[in-house]
């Protein structure tokens, strides 16, 4: 009987008990009675089931390890629970036995004993089930009874409470049997209604999905959710003890401490957390809020956001249980800390109450801390749920987008919807139980209040209400200047993407420091509403930190003036409630805000959903060899945009057979490549009827090249075929190419292809298209990009040989590629003006007559350069109906080729162009921390924040400590000092401090501000002024990363952790301080735990730092593919790709939560451990505290040091610090971009041309050496020669041969390693770069426009007169086309002018020339896209307007250069022949003489 203690024995207990027998036996009653229906119930479940007995085998082999380990904890409770019961029946039994019975030691032995009996049969239901059935649920009974006996634990307990605060003493065993009761209740609850039990909802669906996953085979298995069971997260197979103290986190965070995590490390999510799975789970719950509805399936936001919370309703459902619990758990501090100080001043109370409160006190603390940990591991779990749903929606929807939907939506407010309102909606899981929590916590705070001060407490609630009230405008004007802020950033964001894209042709033109200007000043214009945003944030932190002080000095100032006594034991009571109540102050607006803020990503999100999809009626698909009609289109009229009468195509009817080569021609604009999209599906339809018998494969005029390896972007999803690859391989002439990477076809491809050259690209996608062996191939003119030579190689083989059976149909602005179609399409303004062969149509119209009529009239021009002299010798042989050449390259143009394709390949031996992002390893830097807290002002403002901090501390203490030490310890002690002393000293001090805390915001926030912009300048000029080689190996959207994520943390995060850091420290230790000044002793234990708490930390923060690293560099490639899909939609949809590539962001969204996940994992496994390390450090203090004899130290600073001791934990700095360590990453990552080496200067002061530079235009080239990298070989060498002063200077050579790396030394985007070009006699290497790129021109082989208008488009810089422009569109053939747009100049143009055809741009990209009117002009593949008409006009164009000019053309096109003064043919980086066309022709032997007979020999039809 040693268990109930007292000084009468168990006798004087039960006496005492029976006080409030009434209520007791009450209790007993329900309890037996509800223990007794329990056995009812699962008796008849139990004989139920054994009848109609049925298991579920599939899923068996599946799960059974995931619950066998929740079987057995399950089971392990139980028998403990029911143990601990027979001890308490035994206990009362003989209590009774000695003592005598009463009706309350009848009704409790009954409650025992039907306690020890239902726990014992719950036991062996168990055991029956798990060990003989395939089960792998607990049953909905045994959830129900669980949590019902959690709930009802909890509310006896209370009830204890308010017995024991009656004065009337309870049994010992009696708390520690309700307190079991609860903990293992708690378990229960985990583990029977939320312990993976997601996988019950829907079973079938599971299975199917864990099917279809390991049955998928893809080459990039170890981020796929189909993995070996031992590479899975431990999560997974976790038992409930390992769940509850993260310790299945441990062995990730020893191989952490042991090496540098890579993301191979990092296990695999658990099946259901996968993306594959969520992603069927929310598509399910969401097309389940719309069936039957009459809106069509449209998603709004409310069923989205019903979606998500019946996706994550048991994550929302544990973390409200958890909230409860923490709520309830934080305020019996507050709540018995007056009793406790009654205690000490008291020398009658026994000794084992003393005892009581501490285990009251520690337990309540440790309660608070699991629950807290817990929730806010389930709440980071839900989060990264919504993540992943909304990822995966977003993405398929850009798949399935219509062309009018992309051009409503711009890519950067695509990518927003991932990076900005997807990452909102999952950190609102932080916010969601705020709503009803915050309200609890006001109630709870006033009733404590209530009860130590009474009608002082309304004053409280006042107090509250006021500053909750101050917090609404401040959250409005939050909410404004956030909108603001975003609005603000998306431009800058929508700018510095298009820069990016189009750095090349910035820097050629000169344009990049005014592109970085515009970019800067639309940061100044951010930073207007950025620095509202911080102020306003600094003010609402003000009000946060000041609500408790501000509170007390209204609540204390009440008391003071109606005379309400003041005692030691209230007033820390209140105190510590006022400390409580700070959080409910500050959340209350900020969690309307984030509403708002929800609502409004809900809203973008929502809305993308609900744009129009692809239609999928437009192309009628027949069965295939159903018909010999392989493409059929009737009375077709189709149109961009359904709203405007003006049809793209119409009136289109024609019939394509199976086996038929179709060619497409007409002038630039006339719909050539609408008509490609209408019969791929892309373009919508007005009226009319299109039919399709077979598979299709498209290549697109511009060509769309995915990041990754050349083979991956070749075999596109299909199965390597050795024999037909290295067939398609020799047939697209790429070969070479391959043979000569160091990589071969492993070579990593850049962004878009950006380590390509036009050719290479448009080469590998004809390869992709033949490799795919599809029925009918529609070919966007793929052979605008490359020379003739490879053009006519690639029509022979590829369209003649290998597709000889296929259906073609191919645009081509070649007039030679015509004679061997079976049926030509010649198209102006939308509408097929005729059709027919190449005889049938050459006299029956006009404008087939026009195409042709200019080619001949290019070849009139070829044979007039020969006077008239015939060109038969330089065509050997008649020329097959069937093939172009017969003829094949000598054995020295061989090696010649191999030569220039060796030359051409810039692949860097020692790796690939493109390398993975570079991630910082092991502990950020010292220099890091230094250089950001320096940047600003050299660091003056870090000792006045510090300063203000310790001082706002120490007044903080000073004021607790007056109000303690000035006030009695009871209503019988009179007051040391007079009330209106006690309370101006309070408010005196009260003010000081606040005064303190407003001074340190305003210095953090300003420093931060200053510092963010600096950083920002700094970044962002070096990236404008980084070489091209920067941008060919570096993705934009690593860059992007760097100016939006991780500038928006330096922007407001890192201040806002460095604030939060800086609080933790001082207020730790403040509390230590206080805590030892009583009891000094404590030091010995402060140390040692301190000591554990920063082992633990350095042995955590070692992997944290790496995993949160992991999920920056991961976050990427998510957004990245995104923008890639949606660029090249329409490829992916013609190749029946979708499935793939969803499934490939499965993978990378899994690869981006995964680190995410761990982390979770990782910070609140140190979490728990600091949390139990602060609690036994905190019970070893107050039984020190209880031990001390009484008088030795006053009761007032006893329960002072008690109240501090009620927040004491180390875990808050530790959580501050790495969190500041996380966020400081993004410095790291901003500091390494704002170190990029440099090109030359832009100005060189003293060697500045002047302002008619140049002003004759003569180009010497002396002794030029160039070479890509210093390892690597000469690209030009010897290289001399001179453009004389206004001549027509034509470049032509193989692939490879040097042509466009003359072009990039002439603009210097190389520089020469050897040798000089003279200008005028101005050597370009002395003056700056901006002199001389922008006294240049050149119209680039990539015809590139900017978001906005015409005329912004046409003038940048804003230089020219309206006047001027129009003349300038008159000259280059645009000026009618601009006349028909509404805007004229004005005309829109949508992102990479996607609403103007290739041509148009090119024709734009001349414009600007004529505008600038340079002495210089360079052409590098300019009239590629555009047919021979407009080539030619543009060249009469460039010979009519340009007469003193010197113009050097790169052209495939040998009627471009044949009218020219000047070729220049290169061949491996040297002159090899220089001089007049006439002249060169004359010589039979000469390269350039076999490149035009080539060109013939493709004309002579």
């Not at 009827?689 to 075999?715: E, F, R």
């Not at 081509?812 to 939308?830: C, W």
Request: net charge neutral; aromatic share 10%.
């Amino acid at each position: 009987m040693d268990a109930f203690e007292g000084s009468k024995g168990y006798m004087t207990i039960w006496i005492l008990f029976s006080q409030s027998s009434t209520t007791i036996i009450i209790m007993h009653m329900f309890s037996a009675s509800s223990h007794l229906i329990m056995l009812l119930f699962l008796s008849i479940s139990w004989a139920y089931k054994r009848r109609k007995m049925y298991t579920l085998e599939n899923s068996k082999s599946v799960l059974k390890n995931t619950y066998f380990s929740y079987y057995w904890s399950a089971l392990i409770s139980c028998m403990g629970l029911s143990f601990c019961d027979i001890i308490i029946c035994l206990l009362n039994y003989l209590s009774g036995y000695i003592h005598g019975w009463s009706d309350l030691k009848y009704v409790a032995q009954l409650d025992f004993s039907f306690r020890t009996l239902t726990w014992f049969v719950i036991s062996v239901y168990l055991h029956i089930e798990f060990s003989h059935s395939s089960d792998r649920k607990f049953s909905i009974l045994l959830r129900i009874w669980w949590a019902f006996y959690f709930i009802m634990s909890c509310s006896y307990l209370i009830i204890y409470f308010g017995i024991y605060c009656k004065q009337l003493s309870l049994p010992f065993l009696l708390w520690v049997s309700n307190v079991v009761s609860i903990i293992f209740g708690l378990f229960f609850c985990y583990a029977g209604l939320f312990a993976k039990g997601r996988l019950d909802e829907d079973l079938h669906l599971l299975d199917s999905l864990l099917k279809m996953s390991s049955s998928q085979k893809n080459d990039d298995g170890e981020q796929g959710p189909s993995v070996n069971r031992e590479s899975v997260t431990p999560y997974a197979n976790a038992n409930l003890f390992s769940i509850f103290t993260f310790s299945w986190i441990g062995p990730l965070l020893a191989l952490g401490y042991e090496k540098t995590l890579d993301l191979e490390d990092v296990p695999q999510l658990a099946s259901y957390d996968c993306a594959n799975v969520t992603f069927t789970c929310f598509r399910n719950k969401l097309e389940s809020n719309y069936n039957g509805s009459g809106d069509g399936g449209q998603v709004c936001k409310l069923k989205l956001m019903k979606a998500l919370i019946l996706l994550t309703w048991k994550e929302i459902l544990m973390t409200a249980l958890f909230s409860i619990v923490c709520i309830l758990a934080s305020y019996v501090g507050p709540y018995l800390i007056d009793s406790f100080v009654k205690y000490l001043n008291s020398s009658h109370q026994l000794k084992y109450k003393g005892y009581v409160l501490v285990f009251i006190f520690f337990l309540s603390k440790l309660i608070r801390y699991l629950s807290e940990r817990h929730l806010f591991f389930q709440l980071r779990k839900m989060a990264n749920r919504v993540r992943v749903a909304l990822f995966t929606i977003i993405y398929k929807k850009g798949l399935r987008l219509s062309s009018q939907s992309k051009q409503g939506h711009t890519s950067g407010e695509n990518i927003n919807l991932l990076s900005v309102d997807v990452e909102r909606i999952g950190v609102f899981s932080w916010y969601l139980h705020d709503i009803w929590r915050v309200p609890v916590q006001i109630v709870l705070a006033l009733l404590i209040l209530y009860k130590s001060l009474g009608l002082a407490s309304l004053i409280a609630f006042a107090a509250t209400m006021i500053l909750m009230l101050a917090n609404i405008p401040l959250g409005i004007l939050q909410e404004k200047v956030q909108g603001g802020l975003m609005d603000s950033k998306d431009r800058r964001m929508k700018m510095t993407s298009e820069a990016l894209r189009n750095m090349r042709i910035l820097k050629l033109q000169g344009w990049e420091m005014k592109f970085l200007d515009k970019i800067i000043g639309l940061r100044n214009f951010e930073t207007r509403w950025l620095k509202k945003l911080l102020y306003t944030s600094a003010m609402a932190s003000f009000v946060y930190l000041c609500a408790p002080l501000f509170v007390s000095m209204v609540t204390f100032g009440f008391c003071v003036l109606m005379r309400i006594p003041l005692e030691s034991g209230k007033i820390l009571s209140a105190l510590s409630t006022f400390e409580i109540l700070q959080g409910p102050i500050y959340s209350l607006p900020d969690t309307i805000s984030m509403v708002v803020q929800i609502k409004v990503s809900l809203d973008r999100i929502a809305s993308f959903l609900c744009l129009d999809d692809l239609h999928p009626d437009i192309v009628q698909k027949l069965p295939r060899d159903s018909t010999e009609v392989t493409i059929e289109i009737v009375k077709g009229n189709f149109s961009w945009d359904l709203h405007t009468p003006n049809f793209t195509l119409k009136d289109l009817n024609f019939r394509v057979y199976h086996g038929m080569r179709v060619a497409v021609c007409g002038s630039v604009g006339s719909g050539k490549s609408s008509l490609l999209s209408c019969i791929l599906g892309e373009l919508p339809k007005v009226s009319g009827h299109i039919k399709l018998n077979g598979t299709k494969a498209y290549v697109a005029q511009s060509p769309w090249i995915q990041s990754g390896k050349i083979v991956d972007n070749i075999l596109f999803g299909k199965g390597m075929n050795k024999e037909r690859y290295e067939m398609i391989l020799e047939a697209c002439s790429l070969k070479k190419d391959l043979e000569l990477c160091a990589y071969g076809d492993q070579t990593i491809i850049g962004e878009r292809g950006i380590n390509l050259s036009g050719g290479q690209k448009q080469r590998i996608q004809i390869a992709r298209a033949l490799y795919h062996d599809a029925d009918i191939y529609l070919l966007d003119d793929p052979f605008s990009a490359v020379d003739a030579h490879t053009g006519t190689h690639l029509f022979k083989e590829c369209l003649l040989r290998i597709l000889r059976s296929k259906t073609v149909i191919y645009i081509t602005h070649q007039v030679e590629f015509l004679a061997s179609a079976d049926l030509i399409l010649v198209m102006r303004d939308g509408r097929i003006t005729q059709a027919g062969k190449y005889e049938e149509i050459l006299s029956s119209g006009i404008d087939f007559m026009e195409l042709v009529g200019a080619h001949k009239k290019a070849l009139e021009d070829l044979n007039s350069i020969k006077h008239g002299a015939s060109l038969d010798n330089l065509i050997n042989g008649k020329e097959d109906n069937n093939i172009l050449c017969d003829e094949k390259p000598t054995q020295d143009e061989e090696e010649s080729e191999a030569k220039n394709y060796k030359r051409e390949n810039l692949v860097v031996p020692e790796g690939q162009l493109v390398q993975e992002e570079k991630r910082e390893k092991g502990r950020v830097s010292f220099f890091v921390y230094w250089k950001y807290l320096t940047i600003a002002y050299k660091g003056a403002f870090v000792p006045l924040i510090l300063l203000a901090q310790v001082i706002f501390q120490l007044l903080l203490i000073v004021s607790s400590y007056w109000m303690v030490l000035s006030t009695p310890i009871s209503e019988d002690v009179k007051p040391h000092v007079r009330e209106s002393t006690l309370i101006f000293v309070y408010i005196a001090l009260t003010l000081g401090s606040s005064l303190c805390v407003l001074i340190r915001s305003m210095l953090i926030v300003t420093a931060g501000y200053k510092t963010a912009t600096l950083l920002f300048n700094k970044m962002h000029l070096c990236i404008f002024r980084a070489p091209m080689s920067f941008f060919d190996s570096t993705p934009s959207g690593r860059i992007l990363n760097r100016a939006s994520i991780d500038q928006s943390v330096v922007d407001t995060a890192i201040p806002h952790k460095i604030e939060e850091l800086l609080i933790s420290v001082i207020e730790f230790l403040g509390t230590i301080a206080v805590m030892s000044q009583v009891a000094w002793q404590m030091l010995i234990v402060f140390i040692p735990m301190t000591i554990t708490c920063i082992w633990y930390q350095q042995y955590y923060i070692s992997s944290a730092r790496e995993l949160s690293r992991l999920s920056g560099v991961c976050q990427a490639p998510v957004i990245q593919h995104f923008a890639e899909s949606i660029s090249g939609s329409t490829t992916i949809r013609c190749f029946d790709q979708e499935e793939r590539f969803i499934d490939t962001n499965f993978k990378l969204v899994d690869g981006y939560i995964r680190p995410k996940f761990h982390f979770s994992g990782a910070i609140e496994w140190l979490c728990f451990r600091m949390d139990i390390l602060a609690s036994i450090t905190y019970a070893v203090f107050l039984v020190f505290l209880i031990s001390v004899p009484k008088g030795v130290i006053a009761p007032g600073v006893v329960g002072l040091a008690v109240t501090y001791g009620l927040g004491f934990s180390i875990y808050g700095v530790v959580w501050d610090l790495c969190g500041l360590g996380n966020k400081i990453i993004s410095i790291e990552r901003i500091l390494q971009y704002a170190c990029i080496p440099s090109e030359s200067p832009l100005l060189v002061e003293e060697n500045r041309p002047g302002q008619e530079w140049p002003s004759q235009g003569k180009i010497d080239i002396v002794d030029l050496q160039v070479r890509y990298a210093t390892h690597l070989p000469l690209v030009l060498r010897d290289f001399t020669c001179t453009f004389p002063e206004g001549m027509k200077i034509g470049i032509v050579g193989r692939t490879g041969s040097g042509k466009s790396t003359l072009l990039q030394v002439l603009f210097r985007m190389l520089e020469p390693t050897n040798g000089q070009i003279l200008i005028d006699g101005i050597n370009i290497s002395k003056i700056g770069l901006h002199d001389l790129r922008t006294r240049l021109s050149i119209i680039p082989q990539d015809p590139t426009m900017f978001e906005g208008t015409l005329r912004s488009n046409l003038d940048p810089l804003e230089e020219y007169t309206d006047e001027q422009i129009w003349e300038a569109l008159d000259k280059c053939q645009l000026g009618d086309e601009v006349r028909k747009k509404e805007g004229k100049l004005n005309s829109i143009v949508t992102e990479n002018g996607e609403n103007w055809s290739i041509g148009q741009r090119q024709l734009v990209c001349l414009g600007r020339v004529l505008l600038k009117k340079s002495k210089v002009i360079v052409l590098d593949e300019a009239t590629a896209s555009v047919d021979t008409a407009t080539d030619y006009l543009i060249q009469q164009t460039l010979r009519q307007h340009f007469l003193g000019s010197t113009v050097i053309t790169i052209a495939h096109r040998i009627t471009s250069i044949l009218n020219i003064d000047m070729v220049l043919v290169l061949d491996n980086g040297r002159v090899l022949e220089y001089d007049s066309p006439k002249k060169l022709l004359e010589i039979k032997s000469s390269s350039f003489a076999r490149l035009v007979k080539e060109y013939i020999q493709r004309c002579n039809f």
